[in-house]
Every structure is written in structure tokens, then in C-alpha cells.
């Protein structure tokens, strides 16, 4: 049967990879031509073969735990398939389909398994059954068929189906045969982070032939893509010397990558805005994010594979890997560092694998180390904590299979083989990718959350970040759905951690002690919500507060009007405290280079002047702080100046985030805490005069390409507040923690009003 033939609804007779491809094609997307032998051929070999009786007797009682019974089954299995003879008439009928698809000539063509329990909505079964690349004649052909049929019988693919609780009986196998793409690059490509469920588009790519990248042999780029604004976000360049090409005999050879295209970029940006947006149609299509395998030759890219995510599930615990330990310790030893490949915390015994070994090493609760996994490793993954590879990257084998079990991976490490000796107890946090020493320990979730994030929400256009107050309910709140902290006050490190004015301890000489206060502080919020961002906002009292704290009497003068007198930017630039706001910076460096937390961003409070954000950026880049791809400066939008002056702020910055409490406070001259003005209505941020400033601020910072978003309370309180800032078109929207779930179905309300407001408007 034709693969245009086909749709979803034909998984039973032609398996997953096939109906996929079938719809894909009837959809319009680019895919291989080729044609499926259905479950049909497969039901006819077995029973030409007569194969049920030795399917039957030797899987009986088959202690699947055990990896010499596994192979021992399978290889009794494949033997008789592989002995079989396939009937006249179907042979017969393969071969004129194989001259049809090369028009007359026996094209070069992949045979690919296509099981009927694969590619689902609930198991992808990543890798289970065979593959063959370049086959050239009718002969070849036909071998390779067998061995497709007899592959859903390998020691992977059992033990696959066993830890899903498949009826092996009931599985079947159909083949799809396609003409071969002759890969310059490849890759896989998902429509929603698998890690952080984040709505980013995340596509590898390598030179050559896709197998070394989905099998972790190579480590791909990684490029992020911004899938409602179009934009790349992120792009990791990795370093490949090798790919897989065609040799001359057609079987799959090693070739050596020149050295000035092994660490270049494999996709320019313009191919990869058009793979995502390939990607997102796909979604589209089957209205749920899709894994999607493609490969490109002469400049066109193929869809080769796509099928549904198998591991998105917002809540979702998995053997309470996200739960962890609310102290970071000090003394806590990173032993190695890779790509976060699937989330969780889990510690256990090292165990390194090594091909040859005996899968049986690798007990219960043990954490498999490896230079790359294989479909063949399966039976020892479903027994392992956690996985720690060498190579790949988080759409190889080893995060596929590790995310569907549930537990933490972290891949292309580089060194874990070397690094980490066998037996050691380490513990494995996928999300980070580190690999600590020791085992932490894990905690039970708390129920408020637990209910929180078990309900389903609706994926909104505008970002959802949330506020966080108190460092130890960060692990608690990092389960919520949200696309990360919009708001973290460095304050409360202060009253938590270090309780003593920043300028006693360094007269003291304890300046080394006030920066690790503070990093660990940081750590437990960036740690808890990796890698998704964490925007710091550093000190902010006023000089009362400051007064108060231990030692401070010294240090702070009186003030009539604390609330608007010496605090935020202008106490970092004064002589008198540019030294504690140092060591601020200094406990951010620290956070992100030595807990590796690079996803923990700076945001400066109650900023007056343009001159005052320069001088203060000379004061990170001074520490080693330089804004980058992955650390930005943000800038509090909460004096009048700043609204007025939008565009040449947004020069100096990149991004803003409206402060709505100062602002109501300053332009409406209301004293934020006065009971008199506020029962009389003057303090209220739904202001006109509040929400003119606020669309003056957003409209001249998109102007400079410079996003804008909220941290204060408003639109967790006021609904009509926060569909004002949709229709504004505010970029981000960061609420309090308990208003977060209905909020969110307030934005998207607001987002599908506005949607259908415009399309009425285009039809009239």
C-alpha cells in the first residue's frame, strides 16, 4: 500500500511510523515517498512459517528482569523468522512495488520497522525495532524485510513492552519502504521543551545521516526557537568531527567532518525559522506537540518521522523526582556537568556500562554511567535512578527513554565515563545537568501545589512567571505552571540568610561569608525552577529597613520620605555602598559559574537615570557579568522618568518589567502607604493615567525590539487588569503563586476575545 494512502487511523493495519507518514504526506508536508507492507504480510509470513507455536512456547514464563533469558529469547525468536521464506505471491508483489517507487530502476530505499504499538500518544517505543539505510536490490530487500519482522522480537523491544504492559501476542509489525534521503544535515526537532515544557521549539542538527545523532554517537546543536514570536532564543554550537555518509558498497560509513565546518553552525538561521514553523504546523495538524525526525538534501527538508510526545505532563511527578532537599550546601561537589535531558532528582550507586558487559550489572536503583545507551540497553535503563552519558543530546536515545521511565538524564557529559568511579553514590539532577556527589534526600509535595498543578491549564501566547518571595517554597512552587520567576527579591535573602547590614560584615572582614549567604539563597530559587529563567532584582530598601537591620545604625542616615529617597540604583553608585552591592554581584557570578545556574538574570530596582544604568553595568562587567544570550539585564519600570524616556532606556537594557506599585505611587503622587488615599480610590494601578503610562512604555520598547513585563500584584488581583495588558500587547505577565492556575485562564481568555475580535474585523 502507498504511504499516501494512509492516515492515524490506519495504525492497526500499517503501525505508527507508517500511518504517521501517510498523514503527514495527505497533510502536504514533504516525506519520502514510499509504500508499507501492512500487518497483513506479516500475519501471512507468520503463518507460512507457522511461528505462533515458537512465539508462543518461548516466551512462557520469560523472567523478562534477567538479560541472558532476554537474549536468549530473542535470539531463539529472530533465528525462526529469519529462516522463514516469505510467500511466492508477496515477494513477488514487493518487488514490483520496489521498481515502481524508482520509476522502472531499483532505487536506493531505508526499510524501517512500523509496529503497531509505536508512535503513540502513550509510548513512542524510541528505537525498539530495526532500521536498514541504502538498500540497493530486490534481494537485499527482502532480507532486510525478515530481519524488520523479526526485530520486534529483540531483547529492547520485549522488555519495552513488558515495562508498558503491552500483550506481546497482540503487537504486529508493518515495514515501510522509502526512498533515501541522502542527508547533508539531520536531526530531530520538538514542538514543546520535553525538559521544561516550556512552548519553545528545540531542534538538533548534524552533519550526515540521522542515526549518529538519534542513537547519541554525536552531540548535535541545540537551537531554541521561540515558537509564538518566531525568534531563535538560544543556540548551543557543538563540535562534530564525523558523520555517517553512504559508502560505496551503500552500507553506512564513518567520514571525517572538515575541521572548519566541525564547529560551525550545522543550520543557518533562516533554515532553522523554517524547520520551526514546519514544526509548529505539524502541532497544528495533530493539535498536540509532536517529536519530528527530518533530514535535508539539496536545500529541501524532509519530514522522515513524527510522532506524539510521550512525556508532556505538567504536575507530573514521576517517583518524586523534583522534589529536593531546600538546602544547598555550601559544600556541595558538582563531579560533572552535560545537556539536561530530562528532569527530576535521583542519587544512587554508579554503575559504569561499557559494550560487552553484562546488562545484568546494573541493578535496581542503580545510576547507569555510559559513553552513549542503545536501544539494546533498555531492560537496564528501566532498572536504573538515573542515566549519565558522554554523548548525545536531549532528543538522543538516552533522553527519549529516560524521560517515558520518568527519571533524570543527563547527556553529553563528555567525561562522566572517566569522571565518576564505579560504586560511588552520586545523585543526578536532571534538569541542571549535574551530577553531585553524595545522595540527596527527597520530600514529600506539599498538597496546595500538588492539587495546583494537577489541573490542566491552557498554553497562552503571552509568558506566565510568577513572583517569589521566600527561597524555601521555590522547590514547592517550581512544579506550578509557569515559564519561570519574573520576580525574585534579593531582600529576603537578606532577612533569611544574612540578617546583618551588607556594610558591617565587610567592615568585618566577612565579605566572603555575606557572598555565600547570598549565592546559596539564589542557588535554592535557580536550582528549583532550571532552566527556566530566574530574574533577580537586587537590593531594595529604603533606608528605614536598612536602619533596622543589625549594625545598620551606622551606616544609614535619617530620611523624611524613605519611599522616595536613597534606595536602588542610586545606592550602587554611592562610594558609601557600591562595596555591598559588589558583593551582590559577586553572589550572582558565584550562583552562575560554580552551581552552574545560568539561566539566573539581573533586574535593577527604581532605576532614575540612563547614566546611573551605565555606571552600574561597568560594575558587573567588572565582576565577570557581561549581558549575553543567557544573561540579561532587566531594568524595573517603576519611575515616570523610564516611561517617558522608553527608547533610550530599552539602549541600555533588555528588557523592562513594570513595578505597578511604584508606578501608581509616583504618577498619581499617592503614598503607597497611606490608608487615608487608598480608601479614597487614588492608589489603584486600573488608573488611566497608570494604564496610558503602561502602554506608552510597551509601544516605545517594542519600537527598539525590547520586551516589556509585569511583577506587581495587579493582574493577580484584577482580571480586568491583566486582559488590559494582553490587548496592550505585553510580552510577559509574572504572578503570586496562589493566583496562578486561575490567572492563567483569565490571560488566555482575554488572548481568545482579542483573537476573535481581529478576525471579525478582517472579515468585515
Known amino acids: 500500500m502507498s504511504i499516501k494512502n494512509l492516515g492515524v487511523d490506519d495504525i492497526p493495519i500499517a503501525g505508527g511510523k507508517a500511518a504517521n507518514l501517510g498523514e503527514l504526506t495527505g497533510a502536504g508536508f514533504d516525506v519520502p515517498p514510499g509504500f508499507v507492507l501492512t500487518t497483513e504480510s506479516y500475519d501471512y509470513f507468520m503463518e507460512h512459517n507457522d511461528l505462533t507455536g515458537v512465539l508462543e512456547s518461548t516466551m512462557k514464563d520469560l523472567d523478562v528482569n534477567s538479560d541472558a533469558a532476554l537474549q536468549e529469547a530473542s535470539h531463539t525468536i529472530r533465528t525462526a523468522f529469519e529462516k522463514g521464506t516469505i510467500p511466492k505471491d508477496l515477494e513477488v508483489e514487493i518487488v514490483e512495488e520496489y521498481k515502481k517507487l524508482g520509476k522502472g530502476k531499483y532505487p536506493l530505499v531505508a526499510v524501517r520497522s512500523s509496529a503497531t504499538a509505536e508512535d503513540l500518544p502513550t509510548a513512542s517505543f524510541a528505537g525498539q525495532q530495526d532500521t536498514y539505510l541504502n538498500v540497493s536490490e530486490p534481494k537485499s530487500l527482502l532480507i532486510c524485510v525478515k530481519k524488520c519482522w523479526s526485530s520486534l522480537y529483540t531483547p529492547r523491544a520485549i522488555s519495552y513492552r513488558a515495562s508498558k504492559d503491552f500483550d506481546h501476542s497482540k503487537v504486529k509489525l508493518a515495514v515501510v519502504v522509502q526512498r533515501m534521503i541522502n542527508s547533508e544535515q539531520s536531526g530531530i526537532m520538538f514542538t514543546i521543551d520535553p525538559n521544561s515544557e516550556l512552548p519553545h521549539i528545540i531542534i538538533e542538527a548534524g552533519y550526515g545521516l540521522g542515526e549518529a545523532l538519534v542513537g547519541g554517537k554525536v552531540t548535535p546543536d541545540t537551537y531554541v526557537v521561540d515558537k509564538f514570536h518566531r525568534k531563535i532564543l538560544n543556540k548551543r554550537i557543538s563540535n562534530q568531527s564525523w558523520k555517517l555518509v553512504r559508502g560505496e558498497s551503500g552500507e553506512c560509513v564513518r567520514c571525517d567532518v572538515p575541521v572548519d565546518k566541525a564547529k560551525g553552525q550545522k543550520l543557518t538561521d533562516e533554515q532553522i525559522l523554517e524547520l520551526a514553523e514546519i514544526g509548529n504546523r505539524i502541532e497544528m495538524h495533530y493539535d498536540r506537540p509532536m517529536d519530528i525526525e527530518w533530514a535535508m538534501e539539496g536545500g529541501e527538508m524532509y519530514v522522515v518521522q513524527a510522532r506524539p510526545i510521550t512525556t508532556v505532563s505538567v504536575g507530573n511527578d514521576s517517583k518524586g523526582s523534583k522534589e529536593e532537599d531546600n538546602k544547598m550546601e ?59 552519558t558522554d554523548e548525545g543530546g536531549m532528543t538522543c536515545h538516552a533522553a527519549i527513554v529516560a524521560r517515558e521511565l520518568g527519571i533524570p538524564c543527563v547527556v553529553g557529559a563528555t567525561d562522566a565515563t572517566t569522571s565518576l568511579k564505579e560504586g560511588m553514590e552520586v545523585t543526578v539532577h536532571g534538569q541542571m545537568g549535574v551530577v553531585y556527589e553524595g545522595v540527596e534526600k527527597n520530600e514529600e509535595k506539599p498538597a496546595a501545589v500538588a492539587v495546583a498543578t494537577s489541573v490542566s491549564v491552557p498554553v497562552t501566547a503571552t509568558k506566565i512567571m510568577l513572583n517569589v518571595g521566600v527561597p524555601q517554597k521555590a522547590t514547592e512552587y517550581a512544579d506550578l505552571p509557569v515559564q519561570g520567576v519574573g520576580l525574585m527579591r534579593i531582600e529576603f535573602l537578606f532577612t533569611s540568610y544574612v540578617q546583618e547590614h551588607p556594610c558591617a560584615l565587610i567592615e568585618q572582614g566577612r565579605e566572603d561569608e555575606l557572598v555565600n549567604k547570598l549565592a546559596q539563597g539564589i542557588g535554592i530559587v535557580g536550582k528549583a525552577f532550571f532552566p527556566r529563567p530566574v530574574i533577580l532584582r537586587t537590593s531594595d530598601f529604603k533606608t528605614n529597613e536598612y536602619h533596622d537591620m543589625k549594625g545598620g545604625a551606622k551606616y544609614e542616615p535619617k530620611e523624611q520620605n524613605p519611599m522616595i529617597g536613597w534606595r536602588g540604583c542610586s545606592r550602587y553608585v554611592t562610594d558609601s555602598y557600591r562595596a555591598a552591592f559588589v558583593a551582590e554581584l559577586k553572589a550572582i557570578k558565584k550562583a552562575r559559574d560554580e552551581m552552574g545556574l545560568k539561566n539566573v538574570w539581573v533586574m535593577l530596582p527604581f532605576v532614575r537615570t540612563v547614566d546611573e544604568v551605565k555606571k552600574i553595568e561597568k560594575m558587573m562587567n567588572e565582576v565577570g557579568l557581561y549581558r549575553s544570550r543567557d544573561f540579561k539585564l532587566y531594568l524595573m519600570a517603576e519611575v515616570p522618568a523610564i516611561i517617558f524616556m522608553a527608547e533610550e532606556f530599552a539602549e541600555v537594557c533588555d528588557g523592562f518589567s513594570i513595578g505597578s506599585n511604584d508606578l501608581t505611587q509616583l504618577t498619581m503622587g499617592a503614598d503607597r502607604d497611606s490608608d487615608i488615599l487608598g480608601k479614597m480610590g487614588y492608589f489603584d494601578e486600573r488608573n488611566d493615567a497608570i494604564k496610558r503610562a503602561i502602554g506608552h512604555l510597551i509601544k516605545h520598547a517594542h519600537k527598539k525590539g525590547v520586551p516589556v513585563g509585569i511583577c506587581g500584584q495587579g493582574p493577580s488581583v484584577y482580571p480586568e487588569f491583566a486582559e488590559f495588558l494582553v490587548r496592550e500587547g505585553i510580552d510577559s505577565i509574572s504572578l503570586n503563586p496562589d493566583t496562578v492556575v486561575k490567572s492563567i485562564s483569565n490571560i488566555a481568555a482575554a488572548e481568545q476575545r482579542l483573537l476573535l475580535e481581529a478576525v471579525r474585523s478582517q472579515k468585515r
Open 330 to 388: 555550601s559544600s556541595r561537589t558538582i563531579l560533572v556537568k552535560g545537556l539536561g535531558a530530562s528532569p527530576g532528582t535521583a542519587g544512587g550507586v554508579v554503575r559504569i556500562y561499557n559494550e560487552g558487559m553484562s546488562l545484568d550489572i546494573v541493578k535496581q536503583g542503580d545510576v547507569l554511567v555510559t559513553q552513549m545507551t542503545t536501544p539494546d540497553m533498555v531492560p537496564a535503563m528501566t532498572r536504573a535512578a538515573a542515566i549519565v
